[in-house]
């Protein structure tokens, strides 16, 4: 019998809202990229959880997606998106994976400079931010080896900075995406090392430049120095014009001669993320780097609470121009914010704190919300109680030794939701567009509060009716538990487990979304 096909007529670019994709049904379109697009999504069923954001592959059997769910499985950091389950979905085009992570309501990182005019210190953590989340995917054996602007969201209602699209990322062991020498990455953030490497090793068959740490971390310095001066550094190409000052070894010129707004501290530390000697880059240490931002933020002096860019309010002709290397245009003006954008999006970000304020007070008191208590009882209506469950135990006894062991009613499954601005900055999956975060919901389908994660919760008896079945496919690191198929959330993280995780032997797992199972008779 043929199978009938789940979405007739459907693309994965342009879904409707309201189209169930496995147990999640879409909301709003939020973005589309290179790879992927983004959807705004609820759990079916369960819409107090809130919304999530469902990136989709734009092509069949995208094998980033497996690659990017894997890591986002294996990370648990504040500033990334916490992970919440992947799956396939299929439609005449062919069969499409996709990935469920939390929501984040932000912006991309250049568009939150421009939007905000932000100073030293204030760049200062955020780049700290950003490379404790480089931190948590090194302390997992990853790499993320896009780092770039179109792949930060900064959050609008406390300007907290999240760590997207792990779509080219690996860790040792992945399998192989592409054969060509560099790993997967944007032309102009990659190091002059992984150049280099191409040039030397260009005709061997085997060649392959994985990526490393120092590579993320000169990623950061490329979009540090684009973030504090609106220009890129020279090209790391070696066939590009002004590509000379790597191979010689001399390096960029330094953000303050662009800007010298910026304080010296900032300025310093981006130059150690773009030296020419890998070593020099926080000795390739992700959490070096990040306390050496931190230590700089809280010791920065007075110059360090300036804006970094002049207010576009003075006439074209005394606004400052930039002259020198290739890629610094001519007769165009830097560093000018517009003060009435920066208002508007000051308004947008207040409205945007109030509402997540009103979503934690939400959350606080449903967990706080009374429940119903017992009457008291007398002493002689407990003694009737007890008897008459004594009576019930006795009588039910020989019913229970008349029925076969194997024809025993099975234990019910405990069944609980799963829990760029710029062509040089390439194409992202989508996620960079917008992203709440949101919890995820227990069977009851109302929000827990933050006190609620950490409790014990055991892998279900049966497979949640969503997951994935065997055989599980142990390339990507999942194991068959109890007839089901599940990531091992982290092996350094142990119970009790975060939202969304199950305890199995000592460990936490989460389980792994299946192809969605739609009724042949219904409309999808």
């Not at 984040?104 to 005019?117: A, F, M, P, R, T």
């Not at 790993?183 to 190091?191: D, I, K």
């Not at 990526?211 to 020279?234: I, N, Q, S, W």
């Not at 609620?452 to 999942?478: I, N, T």
């Amino acid at each position: 019998m043929e199978t009938p096909l789940l979405a007739r007529g459907q693309n994965p670019a342009s879904l409707k809202v309201g189209t169930k994709i496995g147990p999640w049904r879409i909301v709003a379109w939020r973005g589309q990229g290179a790879y992927g697009v983004v959807y705004l999504v609820v759990r079916d069923g369960a819409e107090d959880a809130g919304t999530f954001a469902l990136k989709m592959a734009l092509r069949p059997m995208d094998m980033r997606f497996e690659r990017e769910a894997e890591l986002l499985a294996r990370i648990h950091h504040p500033n990334v998106p916490r992970f919440y389950g992947t799956g396939l979905w299929e439609c005449e085009l062919g069969v499409f994976p996709y990935v469920v992570m939390e929501w984040v309501e932000g912006v991309g990182l250049y568009d939150w400079s421009n939007q905000h005019n932000p100073t030293s210190r204030q760049v200062l953590e955020l780049l700290a931010r950003v490379a404790r989340a480089l931190e948590a995917t090194q302390a997992v054996g990853g790499v993320h080896r896009d780092v770039k602007g179109a792949n930060v969201l900064v959050r609008l209602a406390d300007g907290k900075p999240y760590l997207t699209d792990f779509g080219s990322g690996a860790w040792e062991g992945a399998p192989m995406l592409t054969r060509d020498i560099l790993a997967p990455g944007t032309e102009a953030y990659r190091s002059p090392e992984a150049w280099a490497y191409q040039r030397f090793y260009s005709f061997h068959p085997h060649a392959r430049y994985e990526g490393f740490a120092k590579d993320d971390l000169f990623a950061l310095g490329v979009m540090a120095y684009r973030l504090v001066t609106d220009e890129y550094p020279p090209p790391t190409h070696p066939a590009e014009e002004g590509s000379e000052v790597w191979i010689d070894g001399v390096g960029p010129r330094s953000p303050r001669v662009l800007n010298p707004k910026v304080c010296v501290e900032l300025d310093e530390r981006i130059m150690r993320l773009l030296s020419v000697r890998p070593g020099k880059r926080f000795n390739s240490s992700p959490r070096e780097a990040a306390e050496s931002f931190e230590q700089a933020a809280r010791s920065a002096g007075p110059r360090a609470d300036e804006l970094l860019f002049i207010w576009d309010t003075q006439p074209a002709a005394e606004a400052p121009s930039v002259k020198g290397e290739v890629g610094h245009k001519l007769g165009h003006r830097l560093r000018l914010r517009a003060p009435e954008i920066v208002r508007r999006s000051k308004e947008r970000d207040a409205a945007a704190q109030v509402e997540m304020k009103k979503q934690e007070v939400s959350v606080q008191r449903r967990a706080q919300a009374p429940t119903e208590k017992e009457e008291p009882r007398s002493p002689a209506r407990r003694l009737l109680v007890v008897a008459a469950v004594l009576l019930l135990i006795f009588a039910v006894r020989p019913l229970r030794r008349a029925v076969p062991p194997q024809e025993e009613l099975p234990e019910v499954a405990q069944v609980l939701p799963n829990n760029e601005q710029e062509g040089r900055d390439g194409g992202s999956t989508g996620l960079g567009d917008a992203i709440s975060s949101k919890s995820v919901t227990e069977a009851t389908g109302k929000l827990p509060s933050s006190e609620a994660a950490g409790f014990f919760r055991e892998v279900p008896k049966k497979p949640l009716d969503w997951q994935r079945r065997p055989p599980c496919r142990p390339q990507f690191l999942e194991v068959e538990i109890r007839g089901a198929c599940w990531y091992e959330a982290n092996a350094r993280v142990k119970p009790p487990c975060a939202d969304g995780s199950y305890e199995w032997e000592g460990n936490c797992y989460m389980p792994v979304m299946g192809a969605p199972r739609v009724p042949t008779s219904d409309e999808p």
